[in-house]
């Protein structure tokens, strides 16, 4: 398996592969016009100090994580999606993906990781909690926390300084 980063050459993969997971497997209302951040993801990721990883097995996307950087310390994580037949301790392709990302984020002098998701991704609460983050009220999301509207839990990591 690669990792690496991932821009706009890989929008119909990454379209494919999260919407697939979205609609079709989770029933979660949303649609691509939603995320408009898919298809600029250069801009929309990259510009701002952030990243999109893309984990590939054979030369096909199987799974992907993003990193939206909104102030000077603090990043969402974004887009962590794995295709269902790569998930699980197997793979390890989350665990993986996850690990890079927050590699990256201290490298590049953040302190605080948050996200949102949905109740009905229980698997997926679970993988958090077990990689050290806490559910947070809503209320305490730093006010410039990009919150997407299907998003009802929110939890936060805190990084150590590396720098």
Do not use: H, W
Request: with cysteine; hydrophobic share 40%; proline share 4%.
């Amino acid at each position: 398996m690669e990792i690496k980063p991932i821009q706009n050459e890989y929008e119909n993969q990454i379209v494919d592969l999260i919407l697939n997971i979205q609609q079709k497997e989770f029933n979660v209302p949303i649609t691509l016009e939603d995320q408009p951040d898919l298809l600029n993801i250069k801009n929309f990721y990259f510009e701002s100090g952030g990243c999109f990883l893309g984990a590939f097995i054979e030369g096909q996307l199987v799974g992907t994580i993003a990193l939206v950087k909104f102030n000077k310390e603090a990043g969402a994580i974004r887009k962590m999606f794995v295709r269902k037949e790569f998930r699980g301790k197997e793979f390890n392709i989350a665990q993986q993906l996850l690990e890079q990302l927050i590699k990256y984020s201290e490298e590049n002098g953040l302190k605080n990781l948050y996200l949102g998701t949905v109740t009905i991704l229980k698997a997926a609460l679970r993988f958090y909690e077990r990689n050290n983050f806490i559910t947070i009220p809503k209320e305490t999301l730093p006010a410039d926390f990009p919150v997407m509207k299907p998003d009802n839990v929110f939890c936060q990591l805190k990084l150590n300084d590396t720098k």
